[in-house]
């Protein structure tokens, strides 16, 4: 093993260039990462072309894959493994670290069988996720399950980006025995604090409450209207700002004038990476009304800037319990309550704040990037002493 270490990198898509912010928390990870190692990634299906260029200070290279599914899945499949390979043989890859436990995941783990280096997969929740009433997770689908499996039982190591995909990872039963002391680790995809921070204009009005996320069945923002509506009986005077374009938006915006909200609602769409800080500052709440997150990206954003959350029990609120207050999902009147009680109580939302700015450290993603790559040095000396 080099003392650099090579390392490829396989998502379903990654930014197509600088000014591309596709999975932002990749991004910044990737970035990172980079700094730690020598890294090329591998991104199956954006960009919309087949091409090599760097983005971000990053090595790409793009297989075009779009929307490709069944049988046209399997030139896609051809293509990348071919590249892949490409790249294990030419730079030596010393591991292969995949995001997302699909088709990324069983790529990573059958090349690397192939070329005898580790593979690693990262999993983001959705794969081993299922919610039929709004057709969403990947466990509905009989390719996607099978696939997922493949790359969690067959990778030398999984990371579970919170607890509570860790839990639900070992209760499927794919890691076998005793998975927590052995194939499964927990670390958080990171945030970057020196973008997201703290620093809150002072402001002394009206609540303001923001939600940001795509506007797609599994946020359940209807929900979220309906929990605002009964914010507005205690706080009439709170406004609530939503980020975040999708197909739903009309629906949505047809509730909200159905219950009386349009004055109070605002629909911001689609909000560039560069600008969400400056909302995290602004806002006294973030709202998370989502019915499943695999981690949950902007939480993280939130607590960094200093903004405490109200949200359902999903992805990383549950480990963030002095910055969120949490309730079960799809209950608006429970989460209508939790934001007005935490509204009317001035001096535990000071403390959040202050807990917001302090627990977020261990989710700082330069410290993220060098867990990860302790990970991986752990992986390759184990092999070595087999070897």
Not at 125 to 148: F, K
Not at 258 to 272: I, P, Q
């Amino acid at each position: 093993m080099s003392a650099r270490l090579h390392v490829g990198i396989i998502v379903p898509g990654f930014a197509s260039s600088d000014d591309d912010w596709c999975n932002p928390w990749l991004t910044e990870l990737a970035r990172e990462l980079g700094r730690l190692a020598d890294i090329r990634v591998h991104a199956l299906r954006y960009p919309y072309r087949a091409d090599r260029y760097t983005a971000h200070g990053i090595g790409v290279r793009s297989y075009g894959g779009r929307q490709a599914a069944g049988l046209r899945r399997i030139p896609l499949t051809a293509r990348t493994v071919y590249g892949v390979v490409q790249d294990v043989r030419r730079r030596q890859l010393d591991l292969l670290h995949a995001f997302f436990a699909h088709e990324p995941g069983a790529l990573a783990a059958l090349v690397g069988k192939w070329a005898g280096i580790p593979s690693v997969v990262t999993m983001l929740g959705g794969e081993i996720s299922a919610l039929p009433s709004i057709d969403y997770g990947g466990l509905l689908s009989a390719t996607n399950r099978r696939l997922a499996r493949f790359a969690l039982t067959q990778s030398r190591h999984v990371i579970a980006a919170c607890p509570q995909q860790a839990r639900r990872l070992t209760a499927l039963g794919w890691l076998g025995p005793a998975p927590e002391k052995s194939r499964l680790s927990v670390i958080p995809l990171g945030v970057d604090t020196t973008r997201f921070s703290p620093e809150r204009p002072a402001y002394s009005g009206p609540p303001r409450l923001l939600s940001a996320g795509s506007l797609v069945p599994v946020k359940d923002h209807a929900t979220l209207l309906d929990a605002f509506a009964k914010v507005l009986l205690g706080h009439p005077d709170a406004t609530l700002t939503i980020a975040g374009g999708g197909p739903l938006r009309p629906n949505l915006e047809s509730q909200a004038a159905e219950r009386s909200l349009s004055r109070s609602v605002r629909f911001l769409g689609a909000v560039e990476y560069e600008d969400m800080p400056q909302l995290y500052r602004k806002a006294d709440l973030l709202i998370v009304s989502s019915l499943s997150e695999g981690m949950s990206a902007v939480s993280l954003e939130a607590i960094a800037s200093g903004c405490p959350i109200v949200g359902t029990r999903v992805g990383i609120l549950d480990a963030l319990p002095r910055c969120a207050t949490t309730v079960e999902t799809g209950d608006a009147s429970a989460l209508g309550d939790a934001i007005s009680t935490l509204l009317f109580d001035a001096a535990r939302l000071a403390r959040m704040r202050t807990a917001c700015v302090e627990d977020v450290q261990e989710y700082e993603i330069t410290r993220v990037a060098q867990r990860i790559r302790a990970t991986w040095l752990s992986l390759l000396a184990s092999q070595a002493r087999v070897t």
